[in-house]
């Protein structure tokens, strides 16, 4: 056992001194905090980092308490959002007045009907970046499968948040840049109490990245946020937003929110999908019903919206993918007064730190927990998991924060998922990764390589 754990707080509740195990939190970050998972089971724990602590709450009636019956007393704030306000600012991830706007002006183009309207958009925008890996797969050449990802999921994105107003040269810029800042940020996510007085590794990268999206953004908003526009993507959107007031809402915050929902509609899918492909390469049989089911409803034709209500089994496959790897692996939040947990005293001002990744593995309410099987989500089935806590499942969060953006994932990722496989076969060409790599989502640790084979 590798954290060290006392009794002292009332009722049950553990410490677990993570600053005695600095050197394994370090090297295996995932694999400390899936211990700790373990070690709880669904109880309030809480972890202590020597100069920093906060409770770790797992158990779906705590997290429906947090994230839904009690959001106004657990707010987006404290000392684990430093690293993400940095970034993000005062936006759709943010609290009070700045998020209530920010949520008023996108919703409207976040909803099924509006992205019924673009979804041929996106679509073909996927068909298209697909058609350029025929080449690769011809060559008998290897691909990264989360660069290409990423290239496919940031073209696509970029058409329904920019439209037309995106050069083909900012956006070679926008990917790396993004790319750049999300592993950069791992150190600062991993330590968040750290001052920012106090040089880590990935500052340098991260401040580098964030200069190079900025000078993109701030040039897009001063060319085109006065051209007057239909409002259908999220730029115009934002633009023709207005203050409480009536005013004008500022440059910084149009940026804050492009970059809040960049960093939603790419990084958490890219990272997402990245882990598919050696899910699939570990079991055959899912993989043999995944590829049954796009050729019978997709066949060699161009996917798009029109094909995904037949695609029941691949949508199963993307919701147990999110539970083994939820694109938010973690959520804190900050108690504005105290509050008890089955006897468990959090105080005001204390840090409670919500992970998807580890209530999606708790024995109690998924059986076999760590066995990738999208079988759990089969329409009509009745086990005990089909009548699963609502809060056992929750990869886009839940209340009034819920993640506004799920909707353009799982378009975005069935189309690609339908896209890829209606002309390809991947096939694995390296090791397998087996453990992620913490930052603020879930990467694998080593590359995923793949062949492309033609169907």
Known sequence: MSAVVESRLPRNARTFRLYRSLPRLLKDPIGEIEQIGRLADGDLVRIDFGVFRAHVASHPDHVQRILRDESDNFLR?????????????????????????????????????HLNVVADRIAGSIDQSIEKLTRTAEAGRPIDARAELGTIINTAVLKVFFGDKISDADNQRLLPAFENIATAIAFRFLLPFLPESMPVPGDRAFKKGVEEMDSVLFSVIEKYRRRPDDGTDFFSALCQTRTAEGGEVTDRWVRDNLVAMFATATETTVSALTWLWPLLDAHPEVAGRLYEEVDRVVGRDRVGPRHLPGLDYTKQVVQELLRLYPVGWLFPRRAVAPAEFDGVRVKAGDTLLISPFLTHRLKAFWPRPLEFDPERFTPGRVTAESRRHRYSYFPFGGGPHQCIGMHIFNLEAELIVAGLLSRFRPVLAGRVPETPRIGATLRPREDVELFLRAV
Do not use: A, C, K, N
């Not at 404290?78 to 609290?95: A, K, N, Q, V």
């Open 77 to 113: 704030d404290g000392t684990f959002w430093r690293p993400l306000h940095r970034l993000f600012g005062d936006s759709i991830l943010g609290e009070g007045p700045d998020w209530e706007l920010s949520r008023h002006s996108l919703q409207p183009v976040l909803t099924h009907r």
